[in-house]
């Protein structure tokens, strides 16, 4: 696998080459303009920049994607962070009166975190990863993505690999941008369901009614569930992960299930006698009883971190960025493909750039000479770097960002005509 | 200041209509005459009913039996009306109905004057406010509430029978307050969901497509949403028109003292002049004195010197305690003059100020110890100072330090952190009271540093004739000398200034 080709040591070299000729300039600075609707809502964002022995410089900002590039080009950033858009420029934030600088908006968030789900999984610990716990992110990624879509009426939603173990979500409408903190923190708590730290066992506890939302999301981890946690994670097979499954049961259930379980070896058949016993305890007793959901939940339900969401003015690690470790490039996921995201298949910096050092197919010369037919009118350098990382691995990310803007950038036209519109009234 | 007898009578007609409910939205300000007197009473008893509110606020839950008992009794005692019922029979003592919603309305405005000066009072404002408005409103019955409404124009978008219908499972399913047979006959608003946060966060109600579903039980929260908006506005248009405030001189000083008012004693009255040496000093900033002046105390040791805001902060905390002039003077010079001041220059350079906090130099008035409210809310510190509230000035980083070095438990120190981070920094302090002095759940609710070192005092033996001597008179600002209620001396001051404040509302006309 070319991703173990990736030595961080190397990361010098070949920043450079990445930021002359692969990073996508021109989307990037599309997307963050958000069509210019609202003045200076590039020009005062907050970038930061991990460099070299990890210093970290914050507050930086740019009057113009040129600048952007030329600095970027410059200091070679390890890592890359987007900020809030402030009321001032970020880069003099030093000299505006104290308690004037504020941040104002910025793309509701959010962070998920496979170290979050270390008592759920068996395969990996902390920051690895393998195909089996994957699934989680994927699980996280429908669950959301469906609320945020269905329930808050949100469109724009930018979903990114982290580059190491887990995704990050970019809520991008102008409604989402403008939350107040009040706001974030009750969207966040409205998607939390999994409480409680190490010192708690049961951490998802349900009451009557439950909440359409709730019902939502447990289709989509019914979905997930049998081949997630009963296969990959063989919940129902070894003694310790049966007991701690069956620790969320209530006590005289437990019992039953610990001698039903003797003669069931199956893992299948084991959750159905689970199932069971949940059936008959909801046929009797009023009170909710929905520890079958519980434990759904608990093993799959997404871990969002809260307060990555609810702060206005949290850094969160920029899209295409590189991760320093691992060396992977930070991609847009595609969601039509989401079942399929591999993110061991995600390149690595070395691997885009070694294929740019591969000699050209013939096809692809014909490829870059349409382009560049087209794009004539463009300088020159602009269309070189479109033809360059088309050569790579990188492409097919470029093009779902692409996608993105497109569908957003309708949005900013009708903005821009009700505007235009306003003025012509005058 | 001329009003002409015409618009006395408007008054007079309007505000028997204007107080026929029990809840205001203080949409209009009020347009009769009132005295200093009233105002100042007003706004001190309006001040110590948020105070309250602030107070429960923590230890209970918002809508818990007990959290509505206590601030009923509360309002009670401070003449604000407690209860919704329409009753305007004429008590056997004390205002009628009528005068409480007067006395509601005038009070709320003038603390609008007071509180909308920066960001952190309008917050603090805002939120109590809020507040006893979800108290008052939850409390009025469903007639009164739709009256409310009316009254006040409030309408909010219902949704259709045939929406209803197709959503029905969806709402049954969203919320205790419906069930299958009850969704038929209620009425459900369809509000953005970022005018009901809290119902969104509790997920206790529907969400669809940005809207939530509110049953009509939940409507407190759409109104409190409105409240909270409208008071805010109003807030930053009042600070607009704060410069015609600032020029009128009977006005100004009594809203800034307002405005950092605390509500109890004021520790200015010395009785217990001279029972404190100042050997003891060192050990009492250990003991009993409060973290804002014990960082001070420290660092006056240390550098041997205190910028002005330190200075005032502490100097007349130690008078508060006790500390006679000379006494003062004689601390002070023997730190300084270890520094860079030499007697000479201490005494024609700093002398002067501490005989200024003792009133012997200047206008001889006397300098009250400042409430927490003024530590927290006025004269920040900057580069070089140490004066300010640990608890709302110190990086929480250094706070949690300073205090483990105050050997505060862990788990003491994540609960005191998670008081300043709810911004509730008194009681931040209260809380490191309890933990330091070993009690489970002080006795008295802080407000003021002098009163922290007392109840210190008390609670470590060393004070009991320290606490007796101090029996204070509830005095709610430095400069009226006058008990604010019926004294009868009071009563000839206030025809003095009687109608001082009559165009209360002009401060609000834009607004
Ligand atoms: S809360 Fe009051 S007494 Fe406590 S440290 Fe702050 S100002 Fe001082
Ligand atoms: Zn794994």
Redesign the pocket.
């Known amino acids: 696998m070319p991703a173990s080709d990736y030595d961080s040591a190397c990361l010098p070299d070949i920043l450079p080459l990445y930021y002359r000729r692969l990073f996508p300039f021109s989307q990037y600075y599309r997307w963050l303009n958000y069509g210019g609707v609202q003045k200076n809502y590039f020009q005062n964002r907050e970038f930061s920049f991990t460099l070299k022995d990890d210093i970290y410089v914050r507050y930086q900002s740019f009057t113009t994607q040129n600048e952007l590039e030329k600095e970027m080009q410059k200091i070679n950033p390890y890592k890359i962070d987007i900020g809030a858009i402030y009321s001032h420029r970020p880069n003099q934030h030093n000299t505006v009166k104290s308690g004037t600088f504020q941040a104002l908006e910025k793309e509701l968030v959010f962070d998920i975190d496979?170290t979050d789900y270390d008592d759920v999984?068996s395969?990996?610990s902390a920051a690895?990863?393998?195909?089996?716990?994957?699934t989680l992110m994927t699980i996280a990624i429908r669950v959301l993505d469906r609320a945020l879509r269905d329930d808050f009426g949100f469109q724009h939603l930018l979903w990114v690999y982290s580059g190491r173990r887990g995704v990050h979500c970019w809520v991008c409408d102008e409604a989402a941008r403008k939350l107040s903190v009040a706001a974030r923190s009750a969207v966040a708590e409205y998607l939390s369901l999994v409480k409680g730290g190490d010192e708690t066992m049961k951490k998802v506890v349900l009451s009557d009614p439950i909440h359409p939302f709730i019902r939502e999301s447990l289709v989509l981890v019914e979905r997930y569930f049998p081949l997630y946690a009963l296969q990959d994670q063989d919940i129902l097979g070894r003694k310790e992960s049966v007991d701690k499954v069956l620790a969320l049961t209530p006590e005289d259930v437990r019992k039953q299930l610990q001698q039903d379980f003797q003669n069931e070896k199956k893992p299948e058949n084991r959750w159905n006698l689970l199932k069971d016993q949940a059936k008959r305890k909801q046929g009797t007793s009023k009170k909710g009883q929905h520890f079958e959901k519980e434990i759904m939940l608990q093993y799959c339900y997404p871990r969002l971190d809260v307060n990555v969401s609810k702060g206005v003015n949290h850094l969160l690690k920029s899209p295409f960025s590189v991760h320093p470790k691992t060396g992977r490039i930070s991609v847009p996921i595609d969601l039509k493909e989401l079942e399929t995201f591999d993110p061991f298949a995600v390149p690595t910096i070395s691997m885009i750039c070694e294929e740019l050092d591969r000699p050209r197919t013939v096809e692809e010369e014909e490829k870059s000479e349409e382009t560049n037919d087209k794009e004539n009118e463009k300088d020159a350098a602009e269309s070189r770097k479109i033809r360059d990382y088309k050569r790579t691995s990188l492409a097919k990310y470029v093009k779902c960002f692409d996608q993105f803007l497109d569908v957003m950038s309708r949005s900013w036209k009708g903005e821009l005509l009700k505007k235009s519109d306003l003025q012509k009234d005058f | 200041m001329q009003f002409s007898s015409r618009r006395k009578k408007f008054t007079t007609n309007s505000q028997t209509e204007l107080y026929s409910h029990p809840l205001l939205f203080y949409v209009q300000p009020p347009l009769e005459n009132i005295s200093l007197m009233e105002f100042e009473t007003f706004a001190v008893e309006r001040l110590k009913l948020l105070k309250t509110i602030e107070n429960l606020g923590v230890s209970y839950v918002k809508v818990s039996d007990q959290y509505i008992k206590k601030l009923e009794a509360e309002s009670k005692a401070l003449n604000f009306l407690y209860r919704p019922e329409a009753d305007d029979r004429k008590p056997q003592s004390g205002p009628t109905e009528q005068e409480k919603r007067r006395k509601d309305h005038i009070s709320h405005f003038i603390l609008r004057l007071a509180y909308c000066q920066t960001e952190d009072l309008r917050r603090w404002f805002i939120q109590q406010e809020v507040d006893l408005f979800r108290y008052r409103f939850n409390a009025l019955y469903p007639k009164q509430k739709l009256e409310f409404l009316h009254r006040n124009n409030l309408q909010y978008d219902t949704i259709s029978v045939e929406e209803k219908k197709a959503l029905h499972d969806k709402l049954v399913n969203s919320s205790y307050a419906v069930s299958g047979i009850t969704v038929e006959d209620q009425d459900f608003y369809k509000v953005p969901f970022q005018d009901a946060l809290d119902l969104v966060r509790s997920r206790k109600v529907y969400l669809k497509a940005g809207y939530v579903y509110i049953p009509h039980q939940e409507i407190v929260t759409i109104v409190l949403n409105d409240f909270r908006t409208r008071l805010s506005k109003a807030l930053a248009l009042t600070a607009r028109s704060l410069p015609a405030v600032h020029s009128d001189e009977r006005l100004q000083p009594l809203l800034n003292h307002l405005s950092h008012a605390y509500v109890g004693q004021d520790y200015s009255i010395q009785k217990n002049v001279g029972k404190i040496s100042l050997e003891q000093i060192d050990s009492l900033s250990g003991k009993s004195f409060p973290l804002c002046m014990r960082q001070v105390h420290q660092s006056l040791r240390e550098n041997h010197h205190l910028r002005h805001g330190g200075r005032m902060q502490y100097g007349l905390f130690l008078k508060g305690i006790g500390l006679s002039l000379e006494q003062a003077l004689q601390f002070w010079r023997s730190e300084f003059i270890k520094g860079k001041v030499d007697a000479d220059k201490f005494d024609k350079a700093y002398a002067y100020s501490v005989r200024h906090m003792f009133g012997k130099e200047g206008k001889r008035t006397d300098y009250t110890p400042y409430s927490c409210m003024k530590v927290i809310l006025s004269n920040a510190p900057s580069q070089g100072d140490h004066h300010g509230c640990p608890f709302r000035h110190s990086d929480p980083e250094l706070l949690k330090q300073k205090l483990q070095v105050y050997k505060v438990s862990p788990s003491g120190i994540i609960q005191i952190l998670e008081l300043v981070k709810g911004m509730h920094y008194q009681l931040a302090c209260q809380k490191y009271f309890e933990l330091t002095h070993n009690v489970e759940e002080a006795s008295f609710s802080l407000n003021h540093p002098n009163q922290y070192f007392i109840e210190s005092q008390k609670v470590l033996g060393g004070g009991r004739d320290i606490k007796r001597e101090t029996d204070a008179p509830q005095k709610p600002q430095e400069n009226s000398t006058k008990a604010p209620i019926a004294a009868p001396e009071a009563a000839a001051n206030t025809q003095d200034v009687a109608e001082m404040t009559e165009e209360l509302d002009s401060f609000f006309q834009d607004a």
């Open positions: 496979m999984r395969c990996c690895e990863i393998c195909p089996k716990c994957w």
